[in-house]
């Protein structure tokens, strides 16, 4: 008989990080093993659609207002009112919920008292966690996302530490991969917009306006980059940002001030279109005179109700230089592994899982920081070194075989880590579960 799963976390057919790598795992899992999976879901935040639904996706519940609008129910965001609704309908063998710990909470019940087995995919982006997270191990097998995922779990709860175990979200190599210098320029000519020449050095941003993500620092140091206003080292390359340079690493003191590098310019990808989020953009525009059509570019098509579709996802790092991957904290980093599979080297602040996984690829040049609790939380974020970010940025600037190198090296990573390898350990696990294990 066929194992049924229901999924819970975000819907299938929208464009966040947690819905690409639910389509990956379970639809190449539908494909390698034909006729031994029935897939349905609990879609979380199941609207602006980029693909069609890949199974039967049951959507969390809608309210409306008075002008008969409709939104999310507050109270049914993460299906905890539609869940037993559908179980009784799914019938699932497997329950499969993937996400943050906090909203899967209420879905840990003792396994004497439901029907089938309860398997957490979740991601932690940094120390500490709350002890009041033990009713996470009332789940028959807990998975986190990463290495540092699990040492954090480990570190709070020494006695559950044999419980859990580690799958990373997988690369898709065939969809991300790099491209010849000639094949580059072409879509480079095809793509970007008439103010950004072709031969620009252009860095990337993935990722949503969140306080996690810090985007104010890509501003900040792309602002840094084209005005010249820090100083070099000319023997080390170390920069500083005031006259100050006891900060070089070779102490021959050999400082200079910069020279503007105008032909640098940010490429942002945000999901929220810029519009919506902890960073007011406009805001960072004026404080950092930075420009839409002259410093900065934003991914047309990219807001709260539309979004690029997953095969078009590629060409934007196909068409980029390095990816500014500067966040506080991940549970993996999808962006940075989409990267090292298209052969793009990454900077990147030195903390948490994707830090750890670009450390392991030699994929990149890790940026040091302060950590900082986050309000609430009081999980720990790394706010990077802006002057550590400015020399990394100069040091793939005027380097283009390192850029090669560290592109090369995520790459292979990548290949590691591909889809069927992924996949492979996820169906044996479900087998154990089917097995009676």
């Known amino acids: 008989m066929p194992i049924k799963i229901l999924l819970i976390t975000h819907s299938a057919v929208t464009y966040t990080g947690l819905a690409e790598i639910t ?25 602006s659609a980029v693909i069609d639904a890949p199974w ?10 008075a002008a008969g609008n409709a939104f999310l129910d507050p109270e049914d965001i993460y299906g905890h009112k539609t869940f037993q609704e559908a179980v009784t309908a799914e019938m699932p063998d497997i329950v499969f919920i993937f996400g943050d710990p906090e909203p899967i909470l209420p879905y840990c019940s003792e396994s004497a ?33 990463s290495p540092f995922s699990k040492k954090v779990i480990d570190a709070t709860y020494p006695c559950e530490a044999k419980s859990t175990s580690v799958i990373p979200a997988p ?23 008439d103010w950004i020449r072709e031969d620009s ?26 005005s010249g206003q820090y100083y070099f080292c000319q023997n080390c390359g170390a920069v500083s940002l005031t006259a100050d340079t006891y900060r070089c690493r070779c102490s021959l003191n050999k400082y200079t001030f910069a020279t503007p590098i105008l032909d640098v310019h940010l490429w942002i990808h945000d999901p929220t279109g810029g519009s919506h989020g902890t960073w007011n953009i406009r805001t960072l525009e004026t404080m950092y005179n930075l420009l839409p059509g002259r410093d900065l570019h934003y991914t047309e098509g ?22 500014l991957y500067l966040s506080g904290g991940e549970g993996f980093g999808m962006p940075a592994l989409e990267s090292m599979a298209s052969g793009l080297p990454v900077i990147y602040s030195d903390y948490s899982a994707h830090a750890e996984m670009l450390r392991r690829a030699d994929a990149g040049i890790a940026v040091p920081g302060v ?28 380097n283009s075989d390192e850029r090669r190198r560290l592109g090369k090296n995520g790459r292979h990573f990548a290949t590691v880590n591909e889809l069927d390898l992924i996949v492979s350990n996820w169906h044996n696990m479900f087998q154990e579960f089917s097995d009676g294990s």
């Open 23 to 47: 389509r990956l795992i379970f639809t190449s899992l539908i494909k390698t093993h034909p006729n031994k999976y029935i897939i349905s879901q609990i879609g979380q935040f199941h609207s």
């Open 56 to 65: 039967k996706v049951i959507p969390t519940r809608s309210k409306y207002d």
């Open 113 to 145: 008292n439901r029907s089938w087995k309860l398997i957490l995919y979740i991601t932690i982006d940094g120390f500490p966690i709350p002890t009041t997270w033990k009713q996470l191990f009332k789940a028959d097998r807990i998975v986190t996302m």
């Open 171 to 193: 690369a898709d190599t065939a969809r991300f991969q790099p491209i010849p210098d000639a094949t580059k320029l072409q879509a480079r000519h095809d793509i970007l917009p």
């Open 201 to 226: 050095f252009i860095l990337g941003f993935v990722g949503r306006n969140q306080w996690r993500k810090q985007l104010w620092l890509a501003y900040y140091i792309v602002s840094l980059i084209r």
């Open 302 to 323: 990219c807001s709260p109700s539309s979004h690029l579709r997953p095969d078009d996802m590629p060409l934007l790092y196909n068409i980029w230089d390095a990816l």
């Open 371 to 398: 950590l900082q609790p986050e309000a609430g939380c009081c999980i720990q974020r790394i706010i990077s070194d802006p002057a550590a970010a400015v020399a990394a940025v100069r040091k793939l600037y005027y």
